[in-house]
């Protein structure tokens, strides 16, 4: 599966943005996708993941409640929607679609579960 995102963009702190993730080649609901960023300096961050049915929702803590992943399968995107942005969530952002599954665990939240992987999008908060 190929991997598209974009949405990426500056903006002040309070603010919201929207990122989208455009996936093609493959079956969508065949896959888990997720949101990963990494910032100046830091090592790549999970953010959140969706399941294969879009039913299941799994968020890193410290974007949960401001934050929401959602996918629409018929435009095979995904999307995340970023509300009460921080200075903190500066960072390079990155789709990715993941063969696992989630369950009352939670979604795949691991680097090496996502196979797939799209180009990242900046995303820059100011104060």
């Known amino acids: 599966v190929q991997l598209q995102a974009s949405g990426g963009g500056l903006v002040q702190a309070g603010g919201s943005l929207r990122l989208s993730c455009a996936a093609s080649?493959?079956?969508?609901?065949?896959?888990?996708l997720g949101w990963f960023r990494q910032a100046p300096g830091k090592e790549r961050a999970f953010v959140a993941a969706?399941?294969?049915?879009?039913?299941?929702?799994y968020y890193a803590d410290n974007v949960k409640g401001r934050f929401t992943i959602s996918r629409d399968k018929t435009k095979n995107t995904v999307y995340l929607q970023m509300n009460s942005l921080k200075p903190e969530d500066t960072a390079v952002y990155y789709c990715?679609?993941?063969?696992?599954?989630?369950?009352?665990?939670?979604?795949?939240?691991?680097?090496?579960?996502?196979?797939?992987w799209g180009q990242g999008t900046q995303v820059t908060v100011s104060s």
């Open positions: 990715a679609a993941s063969r696992a599954y989630c369950s009352g665990y939670g979604c795949p939240r691991g680097e090496i579960q996502y196979g797939y």
């Open positions: 080649g493959r079956t969508f609901s065949d896959y888990a």
């Open positions: 969706i399941s294969r049915s879009g039913t299941m929702t």
